[in-house]
């Protein structure tokens, strides 16, 4: 379980990586930041275990479902917020990993008592990472 220093950390950086985002209607900005601070507690999570409840579950998905609430939408700020900062150092580097998670070999599976394979569903998977880093070995955050 993570102390109140964490949480309120988690706060903060929520609110400065998102606080800004225009999404529509303010209330969907503010179940923004507290969405992120719930994912920041549990990065490697899902979305039921990040948010813990049922209904800031519900809550997640609606906000995830809206027209407005789109990648770029949600993630502008936090762009803009980086660039300024490397900006600010005469060099950066960016290091840059893509994981895939390859499903096509993955043994057929009942799903709502239904059976699906993976040429019924997302086959493959793609998730990447990007760290940016000072010449000098020294992190950026």
């Known amino acids: 379980m993570d102390g109140g220093l964490a949480l309120v950390t988690r706060r903060r950086w929520a609110q400065e990586q998102f606080g800004s985002a225009v999404l529509g209607d303010i209330r969907?900005?503010?179940?923004?930041?507290?969405?992120?601070?719930q994912m920041a507690g549990n990065s490697s999570g899902s979305i039921?275990?990040?948010?813990?409840?049922?209904?800031?579950?519900?809550?997640a998905y609606r906000l995830?479902?809206?027209?407005d609430v789109t990648h770029e939408a949600i993630c502008r700020t936090h762009f803009a917020q980086t660039r300024e900062r490397a900006g600010q150092l005469p060099l950066v580097f960016l290091l840059q990993d893509t994981t895939e998670l390859n499903y096509t070999l993955h043994v057929p599976a009942r799903?709502?008592?239904?059976?699906?394979t993976a040429a019924g569903c997302a086959a493959c998977i793609n998730r990447t990472c990007w760290r940016?880093?000072?010449p000098h070995g020294v992190r950026s955050d």
Do not use: C, E
């Open 28 to 37: 969907r900005t503010r179940r923004l930041v507290s969405l992120a601070t």
């Open 48 to 59: 039921p275990q990040q948010t813990g409840a049922v209904a800031d579950m519900k809550a």
């Open 64 to 67: 995830f479902s809206a027209d």
């Open 111 to 116: 799903v709502w008592g239904r059976s699906v």
């Open 132 to 134: 940016w880093i000072r």
